[in-house]
């Protein structure tokens, strides 16, 4: 992998930042040209330079951001052409981590590692075993687009994720091919960092452990109620409208315990698939 890689691949990713940006629903807060304050401050910090708004970056400061702490990371030099574009533009906007684990299980059976997000020794293996990039590109733009569907700023940021990553798998996979890939465009709400910690929240099963539990609890009381009707049987009005409450305590219970173990299949289901679409661990 050429020095020039990174550079046209730099070239579309800071197409699709664009300039400062400091939406109120971008968990990156200020950014300017897709380097966060956070990151920012973090670099200047390691240079033992005064903290300042990342308004103020240089060329040299943002070039050397980026390179380090993103190229790098993904070990853009060891990827084949295509791919070593789109796991950097994925890094950028969610982090080397994610983005590497999208990677990792773009992989499938080519991977025999755990999803860690590190591009270790077996993630490169992976890659170098893969003969087909262009198939490998769609699985990594289908496991980012999916995951970008399951946080919370969807709604605000859907449109311009949307766009983004079409883009980033059209110029993919035209450096696959070796053909020339297209000038990447700016789409407002592209831009926003996209984080794992602002996922949607898995169901709650509380709601099912209680109905459950309710619904045990209702059973319990119609068999203490049942014994109470046999013993007072002889008088039989008693003995008919304990039965009724009986018949009626029952079916509420029944009903209340298979809605709670029904909500717990679903709120289970839902939950294995927003893992799996964070890029955790099968379980």
């Known amino acids: 992998m050429t020095a020039s890689r990174e550079q046209e691949s730099l070239a579309r990713v800071l197409a699709h930042e664009g300039a400062y940006s400091n939406h109120p629903a971008d968990p990156g807060g200020a950014t300017m040209k897709g380097v966060t304050q956070r990151v920012y401050d973090g670099y200047r910090r390691s240079k033992k330079l005064a903290l300042r708004s990342v308004e ?32 950097f533009d994925g890094a950028v906007n969610s982090g080397p981590k994610q983005s590497i684990t999208w990677l990792q299980r773009a992989l499938g059976p080519l991977y025999k590692g755990r999803l860690d997000g590190v591009m270790g020794v077996g993630t490169i293996a992976a890659v170098q075993a893969c ?14 687009l999916t995951f970008l569907q399951h946080l919370k ?21 035209a450096w696959v091919t070796g053909l020339l890939p297209q000038i990447a465009s700016f ?7 996209a984080f794992v910690e602002d ?10 452990d209680a109905a459950t539990g309710a619904g045990a609890s209702g059973l319990g009381i119609s068999g203490y109620l049942y014994d109470l009707q046999n013993q007072l049987s002889p008088f039989s009005y008693t003995s008919e409208w304990i039965g009724k409450v009986v018949v009626l305590l029952a079916m509420a219970s029944a009903l209340l315990a298979i809605g709670g173990l029904a909500w717990r299949w679903y709120a289970s289901r839902r939950a294995k698939r927003l893992a799996a679409a964070l890029g955790a661990e099968a379980t």
């Open 131 to 144: 003969n087909d990039h262009a198939a490998l590109i769609d699985r990594i733009c289908d496991q980012r």
């Open 56 to 87: 103020s970056i240089t060329t040299q400061e943002l070039f050397e951001i980026y390179d380090h702490q993103y190229w790098d990371a993904v070990k853009g030099d060891r990827l084949p052409a295509g791919v070593d574009y789109v796991v």
């Open 199 to 208: 996922a949607k929240a898995a169901p709650s099963t509380a709601p099912a």
């Open 187 to 193: 789409v407002d709400g592209g831009q926003a960092k």
């Open 153 to 173: 700023t969807w709604p605000v940021f859907g449109r311009g994720w949307s766009c983004r990553v079409a883009e980033v798998r059209s110029i993919g996979q």
